[in-house]
């Protein structure tokens, strides 16, 4: 398994910083409840929430679709202990990709009569999303190729890294 770099920390922490500005902004403060999806998205929440400069509570909600590189249905047994009637709810994803994770996600909670439900990824694949639902903040958009590294996985290695890599499995 090879690694070939596609993201340095530079360029991450620029677009976090740009992003907790924006929403920061975008909420004029009104309180928000960041919902961070697990396990991925683990170091993207803890250094974004720290660009948003707002009253928050902090959330926690664990979803896998992946196994390996292949795409799997999701796990539809979430269970939601936590808040969601009249919050304003910020996803926080490390990567929209089909899209199927977030789209579950805020239909699951749409239930729940939140105020205002927004979503914020750090990468985005264009080409592989399949749903209409607006991505409201995005740190980049990538290929449709396999990423590791700050929180990415495969089948649970290289979270740790500091920055972002494109796995070659040949
Ligand atoms: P989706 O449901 O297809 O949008 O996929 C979303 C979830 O799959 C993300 O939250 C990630 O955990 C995982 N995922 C999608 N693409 C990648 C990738 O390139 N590398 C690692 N994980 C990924
Ligand atoms: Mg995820």
Redesign the pocket.
Same mark, same amino acid.
């Given at each position: 398994m090879q690694l070939k770099k596609l993201i340095d920390k530079k360029a991450i922490n620029n677009n976090i910083k740009q992003m907790g500005a924006d929403i920061t902004k975008y909420y004029q403060n009104n309180p928000i409840t960041v919902v961070s /999806?697990l396990? &991925?998205?683990l170091l993207f929440t803890s250094d974004l929430i720290r660009e948003i400069d707002i009253e928050m509570n902090i959330e926690f909600l664990k +979803?896998?679709? %992946?196994k390996g590189?292949k795409?799997k249905s +999701?796990k539809s047994d979430i269970s939601i202990d936590f808040n969601i009637k009249g919050k304003n709810i910020l996803i926080v994803?490390? /990567? @929209?990709?089909? &899209?199927?994770? @977030?789209n %579950?996600i805020v239909n699951e909670f749409r239930k729940y009569n939140p105020n205002s439900i927004k979503i914020a990824t750090l $990468?985005f694949?264009p080409s592989? %999303?399949n749903f209409n639902m607006k991505i409201d903040w995005i740190g980049f958009n990538i290929k449709d190729?396999? =990423? =590791?590294g700050y929180g $990415?996985? %495969?089948n649970e290695l290289y979270r740790n890294k500091k920055c972002i890599y494109k $796995?070659n499995d040949e």
């Open positions: /999806i396990k &991925g998205s +979803i896998a679709s %992946y590189t795409r +999701i994803e490390d /990567i @929209v990709d089909s &899209g199927n994770t @977030v %579950y $990468l694949k592989s %999303y190729d396999f =990423v =590791v $990415l996985d %495969y $796995l």
